[in-house]
């Protein structure tokens, strides 16, 4: 088949997101016509079909045949992104930034992949998480350069930066501008936001706002740790007996000792001794 037959059926292909076919395709057309361009397209393909290893290969090759082009590196550190390899994506993600400073998605993603570099104990003690918060700060900047037009293109990028630097922030007990970014990733997404909303509502908590914490959590969520922040808000907000109906209904499905502790406490503060014993 000549290439041009090859092109229109990757090209097919791709509009029907039969992403293993098109990359197969691709590489037939590559074997006839090793370009650049097609060795891009194989790298998209074999990325959106999950061929990461394949995807890893093509876009390094890019980066030794271009090496000026900032968009290869990046395709590089976000195949290891995807693997949840944060060390290797970092690193790939510093070097399209020292091609393009102002790469906007490159820096969130560079500073997600730090902030998991921490883990979860003594977060404040590594120097990623530092390192994660100044990308955050410099999204910030790029994104007050930006035109209407680009901030329409790049606005869920940053509401899941505002996201994830809210939570920072909370880390650091910093509420107040916690609940600030938090809010703005909201206003920016405010559907499908849930993990915004609980985190919101976890830094009213902590501010002693509970009003506020209740009317911002995200209403019907199944998960666990939604319906515990609700019982302490519940808890502060003074309305003990709902906040015990509650948690009897939630120890059905969680039957943990640390909820038999909390409604042992509220059933104290009820001065129902008798239910607390048991």
Known sequence: MDEESLEGIAKKQEDMKQWE?????????????PSDD?????????????????????YTQLTINQPQISKWY???GYQYYMQKNWKEA?????????LYPDYFVVKYRLGYS?????????????????????QFDEC???????????????????????????????????????AEYLNKSLEIKP?????????????????????????????NSHSYY??????????KLGELEKAASLLTKHLQQRNKDYLHRELAEIYLKLEKKRESFQ
Request: aromatic share 12%; glycine share 2%.
């Open 21 to 33: 076919n098109a990359y197969e395709t691709y590489c037939q057309l590559y074997s006839k016509n």
């Open 38 to 58: 097609i060795l891009s397209k194989m790298a998209w393909c074999a990325s959106r079909a999950n061929l990461l290893t394949q995807s890893i290969q093509h």
């Open 74 to 76: 990046y395709g590089v």
């Open 90 to 98: 970092s690193e790939w993600f510093k070097k399209a930034l020292v």
């Open 114 to 134: 730090l902030r998991q570099l921490c883990g979860t104990k003594q977060v404040l003690s590594r120097s990623e998480f530092w390192q994660a918060l100044k």
């Open 140 to 178: 910030d900047a790029i994104w007050d350069k930006m035109s209407a037009e680009n901030q329409s293109k790049n606005a869920s990028v940053y509401a899941d930066i505002c996201y994830h630097k809210g939570k920072m922030l909370f880390e650091r007990k910093n509420l107040l501008r916690a």
């Open 191 to 219: 559907v499908d936001n849930d993990d915004c909303k609980y985190q919101l509502a976890k830094v009213y908590y902590d501010l002693d706002e509970p009003e506020k914490a209740l009317a911002a959590l995200p209403n």
């Open 226 to 235: 939604v319906t515990e922040l609700n019982i302490s808000i519940l808890v």
